[in-house]
Every structure is written in structure tokens, then in C-alpha cells.
């Protein structure tokens, strides 16, 4: 399939599948659910009982670190998962149940149209202890977009995270790319984000592999300081966090937010 193909297919449903299936976050990957409808919630924060108040943590600079951050220390026994914030929210609540129960943190890079269909979620993923951060408004090819377009799918989702969290997230990681570019770079910092969050272990999840490999492909190559992308979305996913955080736990890694992987 070309390119061109490809963009092709995914304006086609089927299409869009396949290309899924084919690619995750490092590639176009799995489509944003609720593309192009009215958003809702606007203005209220969704809030349960005991939920934290006040403007969420911002991004900020960590000095000596490189623009693009692909993992964390080597010689600390921590790492960081990360998720592609979209797809079915019941999935992201089972995850973020799961890493609740085993005492782990996340990281939930949520794409801004995802947002605008469960603005709950936030609250929710801030409420556990989490780093909320920006994947784009779209979750669109940005590295093949023009610059004005990629500027707008940046600052569109940060505009979504500062309405309901009261901050733009303390993250941004570009859409169907593993790494960034010298614009990208460029753009997120204009938008407020000193860094950009790339990962140095990809868990495959989003090819359905089912829970099994999800589970040894993380823990086959996991190590002090590993950055792992992973996605909210998939049930294999949700099915292999238990076994994998148990591993992670036996051997003496802990779980953290990115924020923290890098204090
Ligand atoms: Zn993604």
C-alpha cells in the first residue's frame, strides 16, 4: 500500500481499520472516536466525590534533558507507561482501575476530539494521580501536515485540556509519528510544551496481538528507565497490565508518571 493508498483508505471506515491495525501511535494508527462531532461538556469539569479541585499540573522544563524525551534515567529502578488517550472509555477506566489496584501511575496522552466526547475522563485520569498530556486534536499524520494545520491540532486539544483541567497538560506527544521533528519540536513549544514524549519500547498492543504477547513483548525488553507506548482502546491491553505490572513489580520496577520518571 503507497501512501498515497493508504490516505486513501483511511477515509473509508474499512480502511481506517486496516490502517490500525497495521499502525499504531509510531504510524497512523487507531482512529479518534467521535471525529468531527459537536463538543460537549464545554465549561463544566465533571467531578466525583473526594476529586481534587484547582488547575492541573502544567508542563515544564527539565533542565539538562533533551527536547525529545525518550526515556527516563538508567540507574533508577523506574518507568513510565504511557497511553495513547482514545478509543471505547470503558477501556481507559479499566486500565486506570488496573494501575490503580497495583499502585502504579500512567501517563494519558489524550487526543483532544476524545476529550471533547468523555471531558470526564480528565478529572478522572488527574484524579488517580496520573500526567494527563496533548496527542493532537485529530490524532491526525502530523508530520504531513502543513505548518499551520499541525500548529492547529497542537493548540486545539491544549485549549480542550485547559478548559477542563485548567492546564494545557504537563505533555505533548505528535500523532502517527514515534518521534518528532524540528518543526513539531518548534511548535510544541510555542504551544507551551518544553519537551516532546517519545517512547523507546513499543508494546504492540494496538495490533491485537492478543494479552499474552502484549505482556511479553513489554516485559522482554523493559528496563530502568523505559518510556513504553501503550493504548486505551484495546482489550488486550486492559487483559495484560495485571500479569505485566506483577512482573514489573517482582522486579523491582516501579511504575511512575512521566513527570516523576524524570524528577
Ligand atoms: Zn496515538
Known sequence: MTPIDRRRALRTGAGAAVAALALGCGGPGPAPTGTGATPRGTGATPQGPGATTGPAPAARRFPGRPAEIVHGPRDRDRVAL????GGDPATA???LAEAERAGARITVLAVGSWLDHHPELARRILDG??????????????????????????????QRLRRLTGSAGTWFRPSR??????????????AGYPHTLSYDLDSLDFTSPGATAVTRTVTGQIRRGSVVSLHFGYADT????????????????RAVTTTELLS
Open 93 to 95: 477506566r479499566a486500565v
Open 238 to 253: 486492559v487483559a495484560a497490565l495485571p500479569a505485566l505490572l506483577d512482573d514489573l513489580h517482582r522486579r523491582g520496577l
Open 177 to 190: 509519528t514515534r518521534f518528532t521533528t524540528p518543526l513539531l519540536t518548534r511548535l510544541a513549544q510555542r
Open 82 to 85: 504511557t497511553f495513547h488517550g
Open 129 to 158: 494521580g496520573h500526567d494527563l498530556g496533548n496527542h493532537t486534536q485529530n490524532h491526525r499524520t502530523i508530520t504531513e501536515l502543513p505548518e499551520a494545520e499541525a500548529a492547529a491540532e497542537i493548540t486545539a486539544c491544549a
